[in-house]
């Protein structure tokens, strides 16, 4: 936190519901410090009925200068923005805002954030491989497109809605006609046990596991022993998708890698400044690897 917030702390958050989880505001709190800079992160929660008038209060904040955007609000944010990247446009979601002027921006680091911790958490690259993606809500989303450039020979998508996960598979289709891409809707049955028995990755990139009571989303007992599961739920850092993950053998690793990697991304966005990316981990304390 800064040590002395006043008139001209520039001002960051995060936009999500629920909040009670998020680690955001000491990673970036703690990144802030280490530069010297006054600034300082706070957990907005917002219900999804009062995103826009949150988004119309923020831009009457003169010292406001961007926020990240979190579950259920990374595809609702867009019309409430100005503008959006080119990444942003084709993924169809924001999780980081930018002010520029009176302008606010709307981007995606969420792709490259998932790809970096892949690779630092689990020695894993996309090029050639099978992935699976439970979820197609925004981090679904900014996770079948990330994946998919990357060089991932298939992506298959469950999600409770079939035509949610199918409208996804279309999308992706649209920028990777040289990817094989799927859409299932999320059940126990012959079509998911084939699809997680020859994955390569799987992604849980829903909000089961938030709740320490929630089930894992799929069963990675289906899984071949050589597959690697990625949570992005990072607290509670061990969910029951990972627990399931460990006890098939499984290389596997929670959200928090992507987290700093997505929040690195976002700060340098926001500051200008290239992110203290040790700092930014160390303030999280816990581990990523199951």
Same mark, same amino acid.
């Given at each position: 936190m800064a040590a002395d917030i006043g008139g001209r702390t520039r001002l960051c958050g995060v936009l999500g519901h629920p909040l009670e989880h998020t680690l955001s505001p000491r990673m970036?709190?703690? +990144?802030?410090?280490?530069?010297?800079?006054?600034?300082? $992160?706070?957990?907005?929660?917002? /219900?999804?009925?009062?995103?826009?008038?949150?988004?119309?209060?923020?831009?009457?904040?003169? %010292? @406001?200068?961007?926020? %990240?955007? &979190?579950?259920?609000?990374? *595809?609702?944010?867009?019309? $409430?923005?100005?503008?959006?990247?080119? *990444?942003?446009?084709? #993924?169809?979601?924001? %999780? &980081?805002?930018?002010?520029?002027?009176?302008?606010? &921006?709307?981007?995606? &680091?969420?792709? +490259?954030?998932?790809?970096?911790?892949?690779?630092?958490?689990?020695?894993?690259?996309?090029?050639?491989?099978?992935v699976v993606i439970v979820g197609a809500g925004g981090a679904g989303r900014s +996770?079948? @497109?990330?994946?998919?450039?990357?060089?991932?020979?298939?992506?298959?998508?469950? %999600?409770? !809605?079939?035509?949610?996960?199918?409208?996804?598979?279309?999308?992706?289709? /649209?920028?990777?006609?040289?990817?094989? #891409?799927?859409? $299932?809707?999320?059940?126990?049955? !012959? !079509?998911?046990?084939?699809?997680?028995?020859?994955?390569?990755?799987?992604?849980?990139?829903?909000?089961?596991?938030?709740?320490p009571t929630d089930s894992s989303p799929v069963d990675l007992a289906l899984c071949g022993p050589g597959a690697v599961a990625y949570d992005m739920v990072y607290n509670p850092p061990e969910s029951s998708f990972l627990r399931q993950a460990r006890a098939r053998g499984l290389r596997a690793a929670n959200g928090l890698g992507m987290l700093v990697h997505q929040g690195a991304a976002a700060f340098a966005l926001w500051t200008g400044r290239a992110a203290p990316v040790d700092v930014m981990r160390g303030a999280l304390g816990a581990g990523e690897t199951a």
């Amino acid at each position: 936190m800064a040590a002395d917030i006043g008139g001209r702390t520039r001002l960051c958050g995060v936009l999500g519901h629920p909040l009670e989880h998020t680690l955001s505001p000491r990673m970036h709190n703690a +990144a802030f410090a280490a530069l010297g800079l006054d600034w300082v $992160y706070l957990p907005w929660p917002v /219900g999804p009925d009062r995103l826009g008038e949150a988004l119309r209060g923020l831009r009457a904040l003169a %010292n @406001f200068a961007g926020a %990240n955007v &979190t579950v259920p609000h990374k *595809e609702a944010v867009i019309p $409430y923005l100005d503008e959006l990247t080119e *990444e942003a446009r084709a #993924v169809g979601a924001v %999780n &980081t805002i930018v002010r520029a002027g009176d302008r606010l &921006t709307g981007h995606t &680091t969420d792709g +490259a954030g998932l790809l970096a911790a892949l690779a630092e958490a689990a020695d894993f690259r996309p090029e050639g491989a099978c992935v699976v993606i439970v979820g197609a809500g925004g981090a679904g989303r900014s +996770a079948a @497109f990330a994946l998919a450039a990357a060089g991932a020979r298939q992506v298959a998508i469950l %999600n409770r !809605s079939e035509a949610r996960a199918q409208a996804l598979a279309d999308d992706v289709r /649209g920028v990777a006609d040289d990817v094989e #891409v799927l859409a $299932y809707q999320l059940q126990s049955g !012959s !079509s998911t046990a084939r699809i997680l028995g020859g994955a390569d990755l799987v992604v849980n990139a829903t909000s089961v596991g938030l709740r320490p009571t929630d089930s894992s989303p799929v069963d990675l007992a289906l899984c071949g022993p050589g597959a690697v599961a990625y949570d992005m739920v990072y607290n509670p850092p061990e969910s029951s998708f990972l627990r399931q993950a460990r006890a098939r053998g499984l290389r596997a690793a929670n959200g928090l890698g992507m987290l700093v990697h997505q929040g690195a991304a976002a700060f340098a966005l926001w500051t200008g400044r290239a992110a203290p990316v040790d700092v930014m981990r160390g303030a999280l304390g816990a581990g990523e690897t199951a």
